[in-house]
């Protein structure tokens, strides 16, 4: 019977073992960052709890790269600014929710979404260089970054979601690379990057439908190969 326990509870233990590399989480990190390994075998950054308000992701944890910054991970803490490394393709969901002393983020070429809600109401976020590899804005990404005065969106994004930049009150340059934010018949349609917009500039070749073409109105360009949009009086 004794056997049979020590059996039992060496096999209990081996299972909590392997629980517990599964999700394999530090408890804290580098400055306060704490990670969990995912299936491929990379790691995502999990939560922040750190003190500095200054905060470069590294692009690898333990031998392995960085790929993920999961849903919630830096949601209500103080940062002020945060650099993401290259090897990061996924901003989750609520990835920086209320973050409202986040006043720069840094987004390295390779990432690939920016997911629901990622920056939702980083109110001191000014602007943001979205990269040449972004294929998807998530519906909210920006939303109440009433700070935001402009912002480009690359001809890699495919596909506009609802409220991508609604609340963005002050976000009146709008570059536009892509068709995806043009083909609306409402601004919600076109993310609402074009509700408070005063000069909306549209790469030549891109076609030009839906929303803007009944509120705005082309006047001469101050940006070579932009066509130059203001709204209509």
């Not at 509870?9 to 400055?31: N, T």
């Not at 519906?139 to 890699?156: H, V």
């Not at 408070?196 to 101050?222: L, N, P, Q, R, W």
Request: overall charge negative; charged content about 20%; hydrophobic content about 40%.
């Amino acid at each position: 019977m004794k056997k049979i326990v020590s059996i039992m509870l060496i096999a209990a233990m081996i299972a909590l073992s392997v629980m517990s590399f599964a999700s394999c989480s530090d408890d804290g990190g580098e400055k306060g960052i704490t990670y969990a390994l995912l299936e491929d075998g990379t790691y995502a950054v999990t939560s922040y709890t750190g003190e500095e308000t200054v905060v470069s992701v590294p692009a690898e944890y333990e031998g392995k790269a960085v790929t993920v910054i999961a849903g919630e991970a830096f949601r209500d803490t103080k940062v002020t600014k945060v650099t993401l490394p290259a090897s990061v393709k996924s901003i989750k969901y609520n990835a920086f929710y209320n973050c409202t002393e986040l006043a720069e983020v840094v987004l390295s070429e390779g990432l690939l979404t920016i997911e629901k809600a990622a920056f939702y109401n980083c109110g001191k976020l000014t602007a943001v260089t979205i990269p040449e590899t972004v294929t998807k804005l998530g519906a909210n990404a920006f939303d109440a970054c009433g700070s935001l005065t402009s912002i480009k969106i690359p001809a890699s994004v495919e596909n506009a979601y609802d409220y991508t930049f609604q609340g963005c009150l002050k976000l009146s340059k709008v570059i536009i690379d892509t068709p995806a934010f043009l083909d609306g018949e409402k601004k919600t349609d076109c993310g609402c990057v074009l509700a408070y917009a005063t000069s909306v500039y549209v790469k030549e070749g891109v076609a030009v439908t839906g929303y803007i073409t009944t509120a705005f109105k082309t006047v001469d360009s101050d940006m070579s190969g932009y066509v130059k949009y203001v709204p209509l009086a």
